[in-house]
């Protein structure tokens, strides 16, 4: 990936999961983000919301040399409207757009020495999404499974048998793991936003504006 000029600051959507949330980013750094509400991924709240993070900073679009977004798992209407979104701002203004799949990006999360880590995300109804992990001596990733969803009452038995150092979860799911596992647990926090702005950054997270959209077939009877 491209890196943005120092001169100009990196934009990042997060909008399919919790409410969704907006950071804004310069060399590395977080400078402002929001969060929790659910106005923060509705399509006619998203553009406004922007522009009041920009204007809270005196920024600009013209600023903004790369928007990040996340590609999910998630909402499927939230991915939607975030990579709409992104793609259209993007368009406009003549910067980068980066795509950023939110598992991989939380799995940048795990600390120095994490050789093996599992991410996990709350997505629809009472469902978790979740990946698994081995981490090089580079700090390359490198994705054991696809991404996988299950019920919340059903993820701990889906997990107990992996050998993990680490298990990353968003702060939402954070009481689902009581002694399904030895690792070391990290929370996201709630700004996912935050976390795709830095892994966007990152040359092991693949760019592919490809939607990852899943659906808990239990839930359907296998409908569909």
Request: proline fraction near 4%; include cysteine; glycine fraction near 8%.
């Amino acid at each position: 990936m491209t890196l943005p000029s120092e001169s100009s600051y990196i934009l990042a959507l997060e909008t399919a999961i919790a409410g969704g949330s907006i950071s804004l980013l310069r060399n590395g750094v977080v400078i402002d983000s929001m969060f929790g509400n659910a106005s923060v991924s509705r399509a006619e709240e998203l553009l406004p919301n922007i522009s009041s993070i920009l204007s809270n900073n005196a920024i600009s679009l013209e600023q903004i040399g790369r928007i990040a977004v996340s590609v999910g798992p998630g909402s499927y209407t939230g991915i939607r409207i975030g990579m709409a979104s992104a793609m259209g701002l993007s368009t406009a203004i003549g910067c980068n757009c980066v795509s950023v799949p939110v598992l991989h990006a939380m799995a940048l999360l795990a600390k120095t020495g994490c050789s093996s880590c599992m991410t996990a995300v709350p997505v629809g109804k009472g469902d978790v999404a979740y990946q698994l992990f081995n981490i090089a001596e580079d700090q390359r990733l490198i994705p054991v499974n696809v991404p996988e969803i299950v019920a919340n009452n059903e993820f701990e038995d889906a997990i107990s048998g992996f050998d993990l150092d680490c298990v990353v979860l968003h702060d939402q799911i954070s009481e689902l793991l009581t002694e399904a596992t030895q690792a070391e647990i990290i929370l996201s926090g709630n700004s996912l936003a935050n976390v795709v702005g830095l892994a966007s950054q990152n040359d092991s997270i693949p760019d592919d504006l490809s939607p990852i959209y899943l659906l808990n077939k239990g839930r359907n009877k296998g409908l569909f």
